[in-house]
C-alpha cells in the first residue's frame, strides 16, 4: 500500500470531520456531558460503571481478588457503559469521572459518597482501603507505584499508538506503525528484563502493579487476545519472562473471572454483562 499524501497541517485547526477510525463516534475535542443520564445504583457499597477494555479489567480483578482473600466490603455493582454509543458522556458518569473514560467507582461506603477515577487511582485506593496488594514496606511500596504508575505512562502508547495505527485507523501508515511497534517491543523488553530478576513487578509478590500491567502487556503476549495476529507481528515468543509471569497471571481464578465482567465480546460462554452478586457467574459455562 502506498504512503498517504503528505499533509500539511493548517495553521488553526478546526474540527470539522469524524477522525479516529472506527472509535470516531467517540472522539470530540471538547469535555462534559452530551446528555441527562443519571447512573444506576445497587446494592454494594462498591459500584463500578466499566467496560471490559484491559483498563476495565483491572480494576474488576483486584475487586475479584480482594473478595477471594475474604474483604467481604469488596463486595461490588459492575454496571455496563457501552462507550461506542457514547454513554460515558452521559451527566451521572460524567460526575463520577469527568474525564468520560471508563473505569469509573463510587464508593458509597462511608457518610458522603467518594468518587474515584483513572484505572490507577481505583487500584491504589482500593489496595489501601482493604490493606491489599500493596506492600507497607517503603521501599517495596514504592517499587510497585513505580511500576504501577509506569503502566499508566505507558499503555497510552501500546494502546493509543500500536493498538491504534497497527489494527484500528482506516489506513495503514508505515512511519506510525514503525514508531509505536519500536516503542512496544522497547516496553517489553524493559518488561522482561525486570522480570528475569523477579518474580513480579514489585518483587516476590503479586500485587496491583501486577494487576494493572497484565490485562494489557499480558494480554499482548498471550496470542490473539489484543489486535489480532500482533503476537506474531511483535515476536512476543522473544519475552520469555514475560510470557511466564503472564501465564501464571492468566492462571489465577479471580483473574479468570475479573477479566469476563462488563465483556460484550467473545463467546457468550465468556460474557458477564453486569456483575451485581457472585452468583452471576454461575449463568454461564464453563463455570470458573
Known sequence: MSEPAAYTPPNVWVWNKPSGGQFANINRPIAGPTHDKELPVGKHPLQLYSLATPNGQKVTILL????ALGHGGAEYDAWLIKIHEGEQFGSGFVKVNPNSKIPALLDRSGPKPIRVFESGAILMYLAEKFGAFLPKDPGQRAEVLSWLFWQMGSAPYLGGGFGHFYAYAPIKIEYAIDRFTMETKRQLDV??????????LGGADYTIADIAVWPWYGALVLGGRLYGNSAEFLQVHDYKNVLRWAKAIDARPAVKRGIIVNKMSGE?????????????????????
Open 191 to 200: 518488561l522482561d528484563r525486570r522480570l528475569a530478576e523477579s518474580a513480579y
Open 268 to 288: 457468550a460462554s465468556t460474557q458477564v454483562l453486569e456483575r451485581h452478586d457472585a452468583s452471576d457467574f454461575d449463568q454461564i459455562a464453563p463455570k470458573i
Open 64 to 67: 475479584e481478588e480482594l473478595l
